[in-house]
């Protein structure tokens, strides 16, 4: 998933979504292309290979990987329905959230976080539909940094170092953007499309311009060095979304030896003297069972992958005796959950029309100019239109390892007016109307600074032994007083970027209403951001750790370098659970890194071919 619903609900109103559903079924219908949607197979067999539990970003890329093998029978699980033409508008990720589409989880009150949102609780949205969070995502395609990887492999997982995960980055890719396509730390002809949006603010201009005017390089921050600011590559395509499922799933829909299965809640994973033997799930209410011959792969992602194992005696046995579960093994899952967070009430205005306002882009123009021809605002990834990477006082600027990443919008909180990104990001009335809706429907531009390796972490506990019940969420937001110190530090900098000749030419200047709850302290002080960053903490949909990979000899590891979950024969967790920490960056291509990575680990250890079938030509 991501970032920003301070974005996405700048630009469409609910009002086009109907006319941009039929526009693009009118362009699409007689398409003899790869991007048909798949079918849900309503009967399935009694046994597979292979079952992979979840087909979101790591899931779709193991489905079309694990079926190059035509002897391989894989069945895909996915709780959710399909991706449909509204949620291939970059423009509108916010309006996906809090949908059918999103599962819909909010962490339990915590007295260092999310203070000024409704309840004490953070919103965490996580994609329930074919594509998983790729779908509700802003499209961001964000590596991380090497030391990241190159650490992982220090802790004890060999293989999982930067200059052999580059590969599974590069295998996936195509690059449409000519002047970083051809480098040695980019590919085309993959899978996966990505690129710059075709449409941008004046603002983006600005953003990228004052960095450089701050002694930044204006840099592919997934190339040789990270550190700088840049235009924000996506995963799109001809200006819509490219989920992972538009990827990796439709262009092999119509593989025999792949069967997808929709709407069907995986409640427990069948295990039998500690071997994997296939799993049972829920679909159109009545509880069905499928045997895997070979492996079960769970990537359902770092909230619902914890959960099954748990609900299926795997997990802190202490845990598990409390819910009258059976132990089938004693592990740390659950543990290690780390997350990105960012301050989201980081406001500017600016005194020309220049901005991303819901009222001036909700028109018929817009849409045609999407449905016709692929450009226009509507294109903008989730209204993200830059990113940068900041080295804070506490970060050795030699290091090209930074602290602080930027998410730069066009706009704000207070653009829609309190419609949507207000209701996604959980603002409680007394911030929205204190300190936004002063300024609503005004010229604004916002930036989200996001801590990018955070001290504290968090951890999940099941509610009860009900599948369908949301597991409680407990992240540990800056609980490590050095996460809020370095926040408020990116904040100063996001605030003396303001200041430069580039964003000044605009009359940029920080929002004079203050935060709620905060007014007792000195104004701009760092007492004050201090205050401020724990109650408009937004998280920026980073979920991972939670089966953390790791040695033997590590005692809060869950899955070895393999991917094989400790003491359980046939069964792998393959998503962003297995990160050992989260990267420093956005999750999304790290995860279809490890589904790229995992996949040829399972072919490796079945003596099959990692050559990959060369994708069908994409327009």
Known sequence: MAVLATAAGLTAGLWMLPILMGMMG??????????????????????????????????????????????????????????????????????LQMSNMDWQYKTEPQPTACLGLVDGRCNWPRGKVLGGSSVLNYMLYVRGNRRDYDSWEEMGNPGWGYDSLLNYFKKSEDNRNPYIANTDYHS?????????????????????????????????????????????????????????????????????????AMGAHVSKILIDGKIARGVEFIR??????????????????????????????????????????????????????????????????????????????????????????????????????????????????????????????????SSDGGRQVKKVHGISDRVYNEMLKPIQYKDTWSVLPMILRPYSKGYLRLKSTNPFHKILIYPNYMTDERDAKILVEGTKIAIAMSQTQAFQRFNSRLNPNRMPGCKHLEPWSDAYWDCAVRHYTVTIYHHSG???????????????????????????????????????????????????????IIKEEYGESTIPIPPPRMP
């Open 26 to 95: 009118y362009m699409k219908y007689d398409e003899l292309n790869p991007e048909s949607h798949p079918r849900s197979k309503r009967s399935l067999d009694t046994e597979y290979d292979f079952i992979i539990v979840g087909g979101g970003s790591a899931g779709s890329v193991l489905a079309n990987r694990l079926t190059e093998i035509s002897q391989w029978k894989v069945l895909l699980l996915e709780a959710g329905q399909d991706e449909n033409e509204v949620s291939d508008v970059p423009a509108v990720a916010a309006y």
């Open 188 to 260: 085309t002809g993959g899978y996966l499309t990505v690129q710059e949006a075709p449409w941008r603010t004046p603002l983006a201009t600005a953003f990228v311009e004052a960095g450089m005017e701050m002694g930044y390089e204006n840099r592919d921050g997934n190339g040789e060095y990270q550190t700088g600011f840049m235009i924000a590559q996506g995963t799109i395509r001809r200006g819509s979304r490219c989920s992972a499922a538009k990827a990796f799933l439709r262009p092999v829909r119509n593989r025999p030896n792949l069967h997808i």
């Open 284 to 413: 159109n209410g009545k509880p069905q069972r499928v045997r895997a011959t070979r492996e079960v792969i769970v990537s359902a992602g770092a909230i619902n992958t914890p959960q099954l194992l748990m609900l299926s005696g795997i997990g802190p046995a202490k845990h598990l005796h409390e819910m009258g579960i059976p132990v089938v093994q004693n592990a740390p899952v659950g543990e290690n959950l780390q997350d990105h967070i960012a301050f989201g009430g980081l406001v500017f205005l600016v005194d020309k029309p220049i901005s991303m306002m819901q009222s001036r882009y909700e028109n018929l123009n817009s849409v045609i100019q999407y449905a016709m021809y692929g450009a226009g605002p509507l294109t903008i990834l989730g209204g993200v239109e830059g990113l940068a990477w900041v080295n804070t006082k506490y970060a050795n600027s030699s290091d090209d390892f930074p602290d602080i990443e930027f998410h730069f919008v066009a706009g704000s909180a």
């Open 546 to 600: 939670t089966a953390k990979m790791g040695p033997s000899t590590d005692p809060t590891a869950v899955v070895d370098a393999r991917l094989r979950v400790y003491g359980i024969k046939g069964l792998r967790v393959i998503d962003a659970s297995i990160m050992p920490n989260v990267v420093s960056g956005n999750t999304n291509a790290p995860t279809i890194m490890i589904g790229e990575k995992g996949a040829d």
